[in-house]
């Protein structure tokens, strides 16, 4: 598409052109986005998201879906976002209406704003300044039916990117506010893998506040069973290591089943491991029997990055305490050399991954949770 083709196109997007063109227009424009090669030509054109920005208050309800899912679908290329981030207070008010039709795009599409940290900070910036809080993101977020006219699951994924700032992670672990235990019972919610995974991304987040680790795993949250119970197969233990697990993942039926989604099972390693980073969180990670768990998911697990977080988190639960001074792990500074060296053997082991991945999914593998809407 050439200038003066794009001028041309451009002319169709107002709010006060013939409906069928508009329409055609707008349809137009989302064929181009469902390819790389359409979205770069959109994402670097502010005039373009402007007028679909401009659209999403048409009267046509075809024409709001299509300039939504246009949005969707450029908001992947962090190029759009501060064209995008400007219209922040009306699309927060729009997804926080009980009765808005098209919340759900509003809420996947501030889900892909957010996962960048610059924007996921203006995201947090308007929700404090509209005076709507994370209390009411939260709340909707909580409330069954909140919205009859959207499910409103990707609220999930926008929670775990804003809990990037350390902002939300002091809201969310206020302990004045019981804000973490409303999401708990999510990280088994079966209806939504975007849900259930954006809850567990924002406990795993949660968790680098390791000074709030013992409070997570006391009685007054009691987290870990929320975070090993999806890892927990049928398997029968012998008495006495049945008697270390927690009342919740003791003598489980026999067609109990894991978490299905790989990369949610491994933010819940991450987690657990998370809690591990300071002395008394090990210990009280420990004594709850997580070795037995993790130990019959390893056996079980495919996955070769999944299993990785496996043997991660026994090495800490099976090995010697680290010497006085170097008991909190995210605390302890590693040598320059030794950093460098670790990330070297980081990156080796993601590149043999990356070729096992091709190997497996071959051509055709689709995008993950980006967001991206057809």
Known sequence: MDEEQARELLEFLHLDTRPDLKGQATGYILGLTG????????????????????????????VVKDSYHSLINLSVAVATHGVVAKELPVLLHRLLDPGYAFADQVCTLLSNLSREEGTCRQVFQAVQQEGLGLARVVEAFCTEGYNKKAALHYLGPLLSNLTQL????????????CVVQRLLPYTQYEASAIRRGGVIGTLRNCCFEYKYHEWLLGAEVDLLPFLLLPLAGPEEFPEAEMERLPVDLQYLPQDKQREKDPDIRKML???????????????????????LVVRELHQWETEPDVQAACEKLIQVLIGDEPEPGMENLLEVKIPEDVEERLQHLDREEERQQGQQETQSKGPGAQMGSSGLSR
Not at 166 to 177: A, G, I, K, M, V
């Open 35 to 62: 390819n790389v090669e359409g979205r770069t030509l959109l994402a670097g054109r502010p005039d373009f998201l402007e007028a679909l920005l401009l659209l999403t208050g048409d009267r046509s309800l075809a």
């Open 166 to 177: 350390p902002e939300t992670r002091e809201f969310l672990l206020d302990r004045s506010r």
């Open 269 to 291: 390693l991450e987690a657990v491991m998370l809690l591990t980073a300071t002395k008394a969180g090990r210990q009280l990670v420990k004594e709850k029997g997580t070795y």
